[in-house]
């Protein structure tokens, strides 16, 4: 590898050429020993544009190269711009440094081996020394902040937090539920539980946790498959015995959805979620959005309708049903969406006059009035017919949730149930850790991931074993926790008192609440996730990533919430496989008065070499994308050859250079591939491959492959720049290599 910015192991320049200064032994043994350019080792000045106080020891060490009698220089020296060929030695003392590598990689019991050891090592230092306390912090980490909780300046604040989330969540909590298919008080269930145990071992200091819309969609989606069809009206169903048994299935849902929660925790699985994109969850939500709102408009309208997952099933319904259209649900519920964005626009318009809190009011303050106006005007009732003028929610049971572990086993339908969780799963870790990670970033805390998974999916555990279903974190309330100054988990304790406190004494106040202003709280909450920003912006900066937010829009619209997050990561994955099958090949130029090449389409003032066509491939060399980089590669050189005063300086193309510096890792079928590519190319069109920027991993497996000696020896440069100097030096002279 022939090399001045960097060095080489083979050159075709040696001092032996200069007759004023004799080769010093170093030069003689490191040459047949090391295969270094003896004019590197011994500070020989025959290397045109060789780095002056190169460091050869340093090049020794970070190549893995040991022992031998080379000695080495740092040395300042001045270079001759036109260095003089010498004869070339032969492969085997050239290729010496790839023999000095290890003799191949390591067998798969060796790096168990190893692994195992390490984490064995690792565990063990941190058991010695975290101490009694660490490890009693690492099983309650509320003790950790506990003992540094600064009362006087964050008791108030996360008080007033707490009591905020507290009275967003109630009127919240009641509406998801009924998304679920559940009685309202589940809603309460979900919201007390999960958040009084995340209180105590959650890591984030504002995450608000309980239920959300869009898990609660998928929920309801997937019981109603299940059992075939669910309750109008939760509160007072139909069929009891069959409410009751889509109540069991949900905890199982939640209970199954709490261990895998668990599991990717514990086993570290946290990547899982790298493979639905930002894009996709940005998309999923949007879709959910519109559908979740077109399916609270019937609670708006006045009309009793089924449940619909699609959006054009959903308008079916509402315009098949609009002869029972309800003027007076209509204008109380027009009405509580009017108030509710009336409060959410002041809260933002004048957050900076302290009156941000208007946000959090909206909720609650359209229950009251609700509340007061069923009961004022006796609008829950009708005397002349059997129908109330305005529905009411119903009673709601007083209390605190009931022991529910006695129903997690056996499970109604195994696959349906097991494949919910996972989908409720997948998305849930998704929306929790990503609004964690924002608010750890604005206030400026670092965010243990691993212990936020197990925080949530202990919570959900607790939650299956007190009648809850499946809760996360919420990006409405957990804003609200932020901006009214949550300092500490403490916060969600305090919410979880309130909740209780709602659970043993209020819920009997809720009873003629009007059904229309749950479908307001929720059309309004969930048309806030509608992601129009990030629409936009992946317009203007990724075209396929914004295909992919369609898609999985689209598709959740008119296809149901399930099957739109399943396509969205399958698009994801034929996308990430698509790029990595037709990896980026760029054509290299060298930038004027540097030894920088780059790519020639960025950078139009590149200069090109004579006779040597210079290319990048972006991606690892792996059996899907090795013939479309053979394509890529022989396009490339017919063009050149086509039209060589256009492309390579009125020279045809002898040489091919092949910088791999990006090419991270390559697999035995690249290798074979690589190995014939070599003779095709030579064969068909002429022109020799030269490979150069080489990393450590690719040189390892070129050295075991034997590729090198289907190259020829002095066809492998470290740097890209050496190996053009060098052929093109070679082309000069009327020398072309006839080896291979």
């Known amino acids: 590898v022939a090399g001045s910015q960097g060095s080489g192991i083979l050159s075709p320049f040696c001092c032996t050429s200069r007759p004023s200064r004799p080769p010093s032994e170093a030069c003689r043994s490191t040459t047949t020993n090391l295969a270094l350019p003896r004019n590197i080792l011994c500070g020989c000045p025959r290397m045109s544009g060789a780095p002056s106080n190169f460091n050869a020891r340093r090049f020794l060490d970070e190549n893995g190269i040991s022992g031998g009698d080379a000695t080495a220089h740092d040395t300042s020296l001045s270079y001759e711009t036109e260095p003089r060929p010498r004869k070339l030695v032969s492969s085997e003392a050239e290729l010496s440094l790839l023999k000095q590598l290890d003799g191949g990689d390591p067998s798969i019991a060796h790096v168990v081996s190893y692994q195992f050891n390490k984490h064995r090592h690792k565990l063990t230092d941190e058991f010695k020394s975290w101490g009694w306390f660490g490890w009693a912090c690492w099983f309650l980490p509320c003790l950790g902040w506990l003992r540094t909780y600064r009362i006087k300046e964050w008791l108030l604040l996360d008080i007033v937090a707490g009591l905020s989330v507290g009275a967003m969540v109630i009127p919240q909590g009641m509406s998801y539920a009924n998304l679920a298919g559940l009685p309202s008080v589940y809603g309460l269930y979900g919201a007390f539980v999960p958040c009084l145990v995340y209180s105590l071992l959650g890591s984030s200091r504002q995450l608000a946790v309980g ?8 929920l309801g989606n997937g019981l109603e498959k299940i059992f075939g069809s669910l309750s109008t009206d939760p509160n007072n169903p139909e069929d009891p015995a069959l409410q009751a048994n889509i109540n069991s299935a949900a905890i199982e849902v939640a209970f199954l959805a709490g261990v895998m929660y668990t599991g990717i925790a514990l086993l570290n699985l946290g990547w899982i979620i790298r493979f639905l994109s930002h894009s996709v969850i940005s998309g999923f939500m949007s879709g959910a959005a519109i559908t979740i ?58 957050a900076h006059k302290r009156l941000g809190f208007l946000r959090f009011l909206g909720p609650i303050t359209v229950v009251v009035t609700s509340i007061a106006v069923m009961n004022i005007f006796g609008l829950y009732k009708n005397p002349t017919t059997a129908s109330p003028y ?89 804003a609200v926790n932020n901006s009214a100054g949550a300092k500490t ?49 992946l317009y203007k900066v990724n075209k396929l990533d914004w295909i992919v937010w369609l898609i999985t829009f689209f598709v959740v619209l008119f296809a149901g919430v399930e099957i739109g997050i399943g396509v969205g990561v399958g698009v994801s994955l034929v996308l990430v496989i698509w790029r990595a099958a037709f990896p980026a090949i760029v054509k290299l130029g060298k930038l004027p008065d540097s030894a920088v090449y780059r790519n020639v389409k960025l950078f139009p003032d590149t200069q090109q070499t004579p006779g040597v066509l210079v290319m990048r491939v972006d991606a690892p060399f792996f059996f899907a994308n090795v013939e479309s980089i053979r394509d890529g590669i022989v396009r490339r050189v017919e063009e050149a050859q086509a039209t060589p005063e256009a492309e390579s300086g ?52 070129i050295k075991n492959g034997n590729v090198h000696r289907r190259l020829g020896p002095d066809h492998i440069f470290v740097d890209t720049n050496d190996a053009v100097v060098t052929l093109s030096t070679g082309l000069k002279q009327g020398r072309v290599d006839k080896a291979l």
């Open 489 to 537: 988990p403490f916060a969600q304790f305090v919410c979880s008192m309130l909740l209780m406190l709602t659970l043993l004494v209020l819920t009997p106040i809720f009873t003629n609440m009007s059904a229309n202003v749950q479908g307001a709280i929720i059309i309004v909450g969930v048309l806030g996730l509608f992601d129009y920003s990030e629409f936009l912006y």
């Open 390 to 478: 305005i529905k009411p929610i119903g009673k709601i049971p007083k209390g605190l949730p009931p022991f529910s572990a006695n129903h997690w086993l056996p499970l109604y339908d195994v696959s349906r149930q097991v494949t919910l969780a996972i989908i409720i799963c997948l998305v849930d870790v998704c929306e929790s850790i990503s609004i964690a990670k924002a608010l750890a970033q604005r206030n400026k805390y670092r965010l243990n991931y691993t212990q936020e998974l197990r925080a949530v999916g202990v919570a959900n555990l607790f939650g299956a074993m007190f009648s809850c279903y499946t809760t996360t974190g919420s990006f409405s309330r957990s």
């Open 293 to 350: 709102a077109l399916g609270q408009v019937k609670y708006i309208l006045g009309l009793k309708l089924g449940r619909g997952s699609t959006i054009q099933s959903l308008l079916d319904m509402i315009f098949s049903n609009l002869s029972g259209f309800k003027w007076r649900e209509f204008v109380m519920g027009y009405f509580f969406i009017g108030l509710l964005y009336t409060f959410r626009w002041a809260g933002n318009r004048f």
């Open 650 to 701: 009125a020279a045809p193309v002898r040489y091919v250079v092949l910088d791999m510096g990006a090419v991270t890792d390559v697999d035995a079928t690249s290798i074979h591939w690589l190995t014939e590519f070599v003779y095709d190319l030579k064969s068909d069109l002429g022109v020799q491959l030269v490979l150069s920027n080489l990393t450590r991993p690719v040189l390892r497996a």
């Open 211 to 218: 239920p959300v819309a869009v898990t609660s969609t998928l």
